[in-house]
């Protein structure tokens, strides 16, 4: 690796430069969350996220404790190798602190520990998950060294870099957001009348009974009035084993349509059997979830899904064609007037929401012509097809972005995003320390030690230990 990295650079494993110290894991009867003399933070994890839960401890010469400046690595599961910064306190054994010798920049090392050069490889260490890793896997790891005043340009220029990526995520995020309201719009301009006020003008017919205050055409309705039946699912454990009938449950009622993909299977009696079988044009709502904002979501059956049952957290709508297209029908049950008719109604018990068929039947909404639901449901397709379109070229842009941070850190520690240092100091006419001179620097001086103190020079130890 040294020979593919600019003059005046070298190589060196993670442990011949730094050390790491494991965190400790107070008594949980310990804990409080609220600040209170004698108490330290502890930093777990989920501190550093967008939301963070703080925990205090009793503040103990034995707690392992980090400064703002410090940096540290995530060691389990899915978190292991997230690099973390910016908070002081205690930190438990989830954490490890890196221990970062004076002549190497911390923000270098900050962004080195990011780079594919460092969490490639760390990534890679077969452990379990509780497992996470130790001094000897670290060891294995070799990470390029730059100058010292070069590793200074390098987190200059990462900065302005990052900064810049960050600001370009925050307009893609807007974007995410712009989009949902766009359908919001449209399902509101749809079951209102206004989207469609143009085709009741090019087709207009001699229409009475419509109240003053509504579309001509148009009139008061509730669910139950437009529905042949609805049915409750069945209470049968299902599983994946593929016996039986396919059995829709609630992760197959996404975004108004049926997904397959996580598909399970029970055998029932030929009698339920013929009392769930779906066919296309039946609508699934959900009637029971923790999240109040999932009770009375709906999706449409398909003719793909014709024959399955469904499971006892839905309630099966089947529409009366002659009164309404059931496209326009789970339309309405997604609109804004019915929505805050179904979370007004969802009651809680034991921290799961639920709406049973008589509330579902008293819902209501407004009623268009069948010619114009069919016009409507048409419109609304064409327009969340382009908000579907704008949404993955979104998401292209997301992983784009995304790695773009990646590829700027890779080129960082390839050398290649500043002028290095041999190549200034060449044209200038000066001498510098170059990275192998400060390695050695390091070596003689020894590491520092873990807590804080340096060994004498010339006692560096070559052991490994394993993180405590």
């Known amino acids: 690796m040294s020979n593919e990295l600019p003059q005046g650079w070298t190589t060196a494993s993670f442990m011949d430069v730094f050390d790491i110290q494991g965190g400790t894991q107070p008594p949980k009867k310990t804990f409080k969350y609220e600040p209170t003399g004698g108490y330290v933070r502890l930093l777990q994890i989920r501190d550093f996220g967008a939301r963070p839960l703080p925990t205090f401890v009793r503040s103990k010469t034995t707690l392992k404790t980090c400064r703002k400046e410090d940096i540290l690595i995530g060691r389990y599961g899915a978190s ?13 054994v989830a954490l490890a602190k890196v221990i970062i010798p004076d002549r190497v920049s911390k923000y270098y090392v900050f962004w080195l520990l990011q780079s594919p050069t460092f969490q490639r490889p760390l990534l890679e260490i077969q452990r379990s998950a509780q497992d996470g890793f130790n001094k000897e896997d670290l060891a294995e790891i070799m990470l390029p ?26 307009r893609l995020v807007k974007i995410s957001t712009l989009l949902k309201r766009f359908r919001q719009s449209v399902l509101a301009a749809a079951c209102s009348g206004r989207l469609t006020a143009d085709w009741r ?44 009938v396919p059995v829709l449950r609630i992760p197959n009622v996404v975004s108004g349509k049926i997904d397959q993909t996580d598909l399970k299977f029970a055998e029932l009696p030929a009698k339920e059997v013929n009392q769930l079988q779906l066919t296309a044009g039946d609508i699934l709502l959900v009637r029971s979830n923790g999240s109040v904002s999932l009770v009375g979501r709906s999706a449409i ?7 399955f049952a469904y499971a006892g ?51 209501h909404f407004l009623l268009p012509p069948l010619p114009e639901q069919q016009e409507i449901v048409r419109r609304v397709e064409n327009c969340f097809k382009l908000a579907d379109r704008l949404e993955a070229r979104f998401a292209e842009g997301q992983k784009r972005v995304e790695s773009i941070t990646r590829a700027i850190l890779a080129k960082a520690f390839r050398g290649e995003l500043v002028p290095t240092e041999y190549e200034l100091a060449k044209a200038e006419g ?26 004498a020079a010339g006692q560096g130890s070559k052991k490994r230990v394993v993180v405590p």
Not at 80 to 92: L, Q, S
Not at 339 to 361: C, D, H, K, P
Not at 433 to 450: C, F, H, Q, Y
């Open 80 to 92: 292991v190798g997230r690099i973390c910064t910016g908070m002081e306190g205690a930190y438990n």
């Open 301 to 307: 059956v398909g003719k793909d899904q014709k024959g």
């Open 145 to 170: 060294l730059a100058p010292l005043a070069e590793q200074r340009r390098i987190v200059v220029k990462l900065e302005k870099l990052v900064d810049q990526v960050a600001a370009c995520q925050q």
């Open 430 to 455: 000066r001498s510098f320390e170059s990275a192998e001179e400060l390695l050695e620097r390091i070596k003689t001086n020894g590491k520092p030690k873990v807590g804080g103190k340096r060994r």
């Open 201 to 244: 003008e090019e087709n207009s017919t001699q229409a009475t009974g419509s109240a003053e205050d509504l579309p001509s055409g148009w009139s008061s309705s509730s669910v139950g009035e437009v529905l042949e039946s609805l049915k409750y699912g069945t209470a049968t454990k299902c599983g994946y084993e593929k016996r039986g």
């Open 313 to 363: 957290y839905l309630i099966r709508l089947r529409p009366n064609r002659t009164k309404i297209e059931p496209e326009f029908l789970n339309l309405a049950l997604a609109s804004y007037d019915v929505r805050v008719q179904i979370e007004l109604e969802a009651r809680s018990t034991s921290g799961v929401n639920n709406i049973n068929t008589e509330e579902v039947q008293v819902l």
